[in-house]
């Protein structure tokens, strides 16, 4: 306070007399604590924090932010299943995100940063990926890193250590070229520029306390799946396939998207070594790749802070639609998905999660990435390779989404079918950290794999329902009645979607009368009618082959767990109805194991309900959210899919428990190819 008055009364002059010179710049920044980051590359967190921290709650930012977020809520379908939700997750997810909101609403925070944290982490408990609150005015500015990403390794006698990878200066050093001698600098005693020799170690106290310990309360902070096995699964680190490169994932102990520490007191046994080292290590905060660059306080707020093109949704019928709808999608950013072009995610429906963490641009490690060479067919974020058995094909696939639908099905079909002229008779399908992407992909994939049969054709995905609710059923009202969706652009015009036996609603079939009312939770709720599938023929790229490219049973399905909404569609599809093997790499062998989770059924957001609301003239309404004035995002599942085993029920809330918990060594650990040899020795041999 005192140098802020002090620049405030005396700095003009100063900057008057000295024009360009330092001096204004040093009491600029001792008194701006942004401005102490601004233009820097890598800083202490402690700094970004002292910046976040110095912006006081504005409570017309705070009351629009929860406005948008509650009344966007009214749209998603899990909100009163999430209060307390059905087993296996009771333990998992209970939130109540009505009564939090209103709990915010009331409390007073010291700064807008303690408010992000709080709203940030209350959507994190529903533990669902498709229903997150991001802000890019905190998330992600700066990325917080430590060079020594860990993972959960089985030994040799069955027993399981946390250790810090084995890769781990490989990537550091290839990643952090610039900040390395930062950390080897800050290793005290012996260790001091030995950086390298920490690969491997075994990890046995983090904070004094069993490791264990930081992997559970992280846990609990990072969201994004139900089952709790996979959410500890997110402190480690683990590979994707991407769309032009294998990339290493950090893991949440060495990758996080808020300063939440400043560094990490660390007792570890090296390789080779009898006598434990114990140590502290700093994080490092990196300016984050599609941040705004700023120089103060004013910048930063300007640059990163306030809503852009794309934020919020646009009248269709304003102009010509080319014209209004934004050439950018903020929510691109954090769709854990290979890039879809703005005009392809408009016409496709997707189920994809997101993530604070944007996607990792870490490669994986030369000696770790399969040296296989792909089989035709491949392209983007799908692999195909043939393994050296010659018999067991594999198909790496990171994403469903891709910059073009028709093309990615093409590849899809043109891979399985050069695996099998190769002489593929069996097929691994890796699907780690695989986010979801285009629902018809998923559905085309199921459909070409299996073959023709009642649980292909014509639904090979789930059947789904929307909510119901009343701001939901003016919309259909506005379009079926008063014709304001005349180019069939809306989410909830009729003609895009069928009912139970497959039908295709007509233009003024007033598809969300009469509402299916329940009660859940002792909520009363009201959805949809069941939607049928909506895909075939229309969204498969051709007319897909008569018969079965591989047996079903012969198909194993492989991820670290992170397998989230069309990813999820496809796996239980092939598992459930199809008999296919599933499996999680690693994880705590006393936890069980989900091959997958957050599976909704279509996800959406804000921005593209509020485009809804707005051609269907309804903004005036007092349901209708405000448009927000922050550069934020809230996502929300917008169908949900109903069960294989309870086709009653959603089937994000029913079990799905991995075939086989893979013990990862340290032969194994983010060696694919290793991985896929070892699961066709346990699995398909
Ligand atoms: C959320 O919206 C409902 C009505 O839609 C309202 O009753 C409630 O007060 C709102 N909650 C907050 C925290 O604004
Ligand atoms: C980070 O800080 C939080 C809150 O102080 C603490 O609970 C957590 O254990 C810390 N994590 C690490 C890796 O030091
Ligand atoms: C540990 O010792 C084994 C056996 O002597 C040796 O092969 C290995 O290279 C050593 N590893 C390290 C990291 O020193
Ligand atoms: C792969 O495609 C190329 C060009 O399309 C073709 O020449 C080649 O024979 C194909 N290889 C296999 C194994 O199908
Ligand atoms: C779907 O629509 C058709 C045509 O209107 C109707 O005959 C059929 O009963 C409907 N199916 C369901 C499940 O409502
Ligand atoms: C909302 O706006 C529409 C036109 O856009 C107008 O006809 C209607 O009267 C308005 N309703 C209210 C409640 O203001």
Redesign the pocket.
């Known amino acids: 306070m005192v140098s802020s008055f002090f620049f405030a009364a005396f700095g003009l002059s100063l900057v008057a007399a000295t024009s360009a010179s330092s001096i204004p710049d040093i009491l600029a920044r001792a008194s701006d604590p942004c401005a102490v980051i601004g233009g820097q590359k890598w800083v202490a967190p402690k700094d970004v924090r002292a910046c976040y921290q110095s912006i006081k709650v504005d409570q017309k930012i705070k009351s629009n932010i929860i406005d948008v977020i509650n009344k966007t809520l009214a749209f998603h379908t899990s909100v009163n299943y999430q209060i307390r939700a059905p087993e296996p997750f009771t333990a998992d997810v209970h939130e109540d995100l009505l009564a939090d909101l209103a709990r915010i609403s009331r409390q007073q925070y010291a700064s807008e940063y303690d408010l992000h944290i709080d709203l940030s982490r209350t959507l994190k408990r529903l533990n669902d990926g498709h229903c997150v609150w991001i802000n890019d005015c905190y998330v992600p500015l700066f990325v917080n890193y430590l060079p020594i990403p860990l993972t959960l390794l089985t030994e040799s006698d069955g027993s399981q250590n946390v250790h810090i990878a084995p890769e781990a200066f490989t990537v550091a050093s290839a990643e952090f070229p610039d900040q390395i001698d930062f950390w080897q600098n800050s290793l005290p005693g012996a260790l001091k520029g030995k950086l390298e020799t920490l690969s491997g170690a075994k990890v046995l106290l983090i904070n004094g306390l069993s490791p264990f310990v930081s992997v559970d309360a992280n846990s609990l902070i990072t969201g994004s799946f139900q089952g709790f096995g996979t959410r500890q699964t997110a402190f480690f680190s683990s590979y994707q396939r991407a769309t032009s490169s294998w990339n290493y994932i950090l893991g949440n102990f060495a990758q996080q998207s808020l300063p939440l520490n400043d560094s990490v007191l660390l007792t570890v046994q090296r390789v080779n070594h009898t006598i434990p080292d114990t140590f502290v290590i700093p994080y490092r905060s990196r300016f984050g790749s599609a941040s705004v660059a700023f120089t103060d306080t004013a910048s930063y707020r300007a640059n990163n802070c306030v809503a852009v093109d794309g934020t919020n949704g646009v009248d269709l019928a304003e102009s010509s639609s080319a014209q209004v709808v934004p050439s950018s999608n903020p929510l691109a950013k954090f769709q854990q998905q290979a890039p879809v072009p703005v005009q392809v995610q408009r016409k496709e429906p997707i189920n994809v999660m997101l993530d604070t963490s944007p996607l990792s641009d870490v490669t994986l490690p030369p000696g770790l990435q399969p040296s296989l060479t792909p089989a035709n067919g491949s392209r983007n974020a799908a692999q195909f390779y043939l393994l050296k058995d010659g018999k067991t094909g594999v198909l790496a696939l990171g994403s469903f989404s891709d910059s073009s639908l028709d093309d990615f099905q093409n590849s899809l079909l043109q891979g399985l079918l050069s695996l099998k002229s190769a002489g593929a008779a069996q097929l691994i399908v890796d699907v780690s950290n695989n986010g979801g992407g285009f629902i018809c992909a998923a559905h085309w994939l199921h459909r070409i794999i299996a073959g023709p049969k009642d649980t292909t054709v014509p639904q090979a995905g789930l059947d789904t329902a929307a909510r119901d609710g009343p701001l939901a059923q003016l919309i259909v009202k506005q379009i079926v009645n008063a014709d304001v969706d005349p180019e069939n652009q809306l989410l909830y015009n009729p003609l895009q979607w069928r ?3 497959n ?1 295709p609603f007509g233009e003024h079939d007033d598809w969300l009368q009469p509402p299916v009312k329940s009660t859940i939770n002792g909520r009363s709720d009201a959805f949809s ?2 939607l049928g599938q909506e895909c075939q023929p229309e969204g498969f790229s051709s007319t897909p082959p008569d018969e079965a490219l591989f047996d079903p049973k012969k198909v194993v399905i492989v991820s670290n767990g992170r397998c989230a909404s069309s990813c999820s569609l496809f796996s239980i599809t092939m598992a459930k109805e199809e008999g296919s093997k599933t499996v999680v790499i690693g994880g705590k062998k006393d936890v069980q194991q989900e091959y997958c989770g957050t599976v909704g059924g279509q996800s959406t957001d804000f921005s593209t309900i509020d485009t809804e609301i707005k051609t269907a003239q309804l903004k005036n309404n007092t349901l209708a959210p405000p448009d927000l004035l922050v550069n934020g995002v809230q996502g929300i599942a917008w169908r949900l899919a109903f069960g294989v085993d309870d086709p009653a029920h959603p089937e994000e809330w029913q079990d799905h428990p991995a075939d086989l918990n893979l013990p990862i060594t340290a032969k194994l650990v983010n060696n694919p190819v290793a991985i896929w040899e070892d699961v066709t020795a346990r699995l398909l041999a």
Do not use: E, F, K
């Open positions: 009912n139970a036996s039908i009618q069941r």
